[in-house]
């Protein structure tokens, strides 16, 4: 089975190769920097709105990446209210969703408060607000009280992925962690981030949801490197586009040594990557204000606005009369008098392909 890093006698005293990373720490600071300016330079409406659709995609992502799939609508309702933004829907969110929404943005929105067991009670509490983890019992507001291993395969040929240290370990290990983490030192914060990350996946203090705040933690690094509350990026979102590398990676780590070059070097790689992948969404805001802004003297009803909103930021699937009486919460009849609306005024146009339901896409981007 191997030793596990918690095992190792000078933990938490981490080691790694600096000329490996320091050109590419070096490169994620410096786009890091390039995307803050970038967006300081739009105004902070638009700001605003690429944050929030940051946000929805990291909610949604980091519960993706545990196999959990919650409902876009709700998560987006839910941020919306926190923040005070008018979206023009509404939709009632589950305990579930507001309580990943809630432990996000209290990362986010106060990264410079200090992480404490009783804030980090509440996030587990805020994200199992039932006690239950599907069907099974857990405990919330305390560390488990139970081993804790990550196994594969069938009974009899079970294959051990993680083993967590043993209950009787976790007031002094999360003892030890929080001391580092709230101590102040030169400690670049972005490297601070993936340390952090790792360590609380180590330590797996929770009977479950220790992805999510492992990442959450990692987030409100993240936030603290940049001093800002507004964010443009979505490590979760590229973690889950890489969830078999990820999952691969924190198993070697956590079976390896005190040297985690290898598991720096991904991280830093990824969050690059995450940050090159914001530009997609940063267009979006920005083309969604041009499109507006070309339109601004034309009247549309709330549902037309609604829904135009939904086609820029990435509708699944070709628009039709069906859904959008669904979306919209309205008949066939006044749907179709909306789409047609719109075709007349050439905002939007009926697609040249066939099949049984006609299908429309917008004109102006």
Known sequence: MGTYLYELPDRPQFSWTSDALELLLADVRFRQGQLIGRMGSIGFPLQTEAAFLTLTEDVLKTSAIEGEHLDQAEVRSSIARRLG????????????????????????????????????????????????????????????????????NTYGR?????????????????????????????????????????????????????????????????????????????????????????YTMLEQTEKGTLDITEWLRWYFECLGRAIDVATTTHETVLAKSRFWDALRNVPFNDRQRVMLNKLMEGFEGKLTTGKWAKIAKTSQDTALRDITDLVERGVLTRDESGGRSTSYSLTLT
């Open 158 to 246: 079970e294959q051990v992925h993680f083993e967590a240290p043993p209950p009787d370990r976790l007031d002094s290990e999360m003892s030890a962690f929080l001391g580092w983490f709230n101590a102040s030192t030169n400690l670049d914060l972005v490297l601070k981030s993936a340390i952090a990350h790792l360590c609380f996946a180590t330590i797996h203090p929770f009977d479950d949801g220790n992805g999510r705040i492992a990442r959450a933690i990692a987030d409100l690094t993240l936030s603290r490197s940049e001093q800002s509350v507004l964010r443009f990026y979505s490590m979760s979102s590229q973690i889950q586009r890489e969830r078999a590398a990820y």
């Open 85 to 152: 933004i008018d979206i023009g829907e509404s939709r009632s969110a589950n305990r579930e969703v507001d309580g990943i929404v809630e432990m996000l943005l209290d990362a986010v929105l106060n990264h410079d408060q200090p992480l404490t067991d009783e804030r980090l009670f509440r996030w587990h509490g805020a994200l199992f607000p039932t006690g239950r983890s599907g069907f099974t019992r857990i405990t919330t507001g305390a560390w488990r009280s139970r081993p804790m291993r990550v196994v594969s």
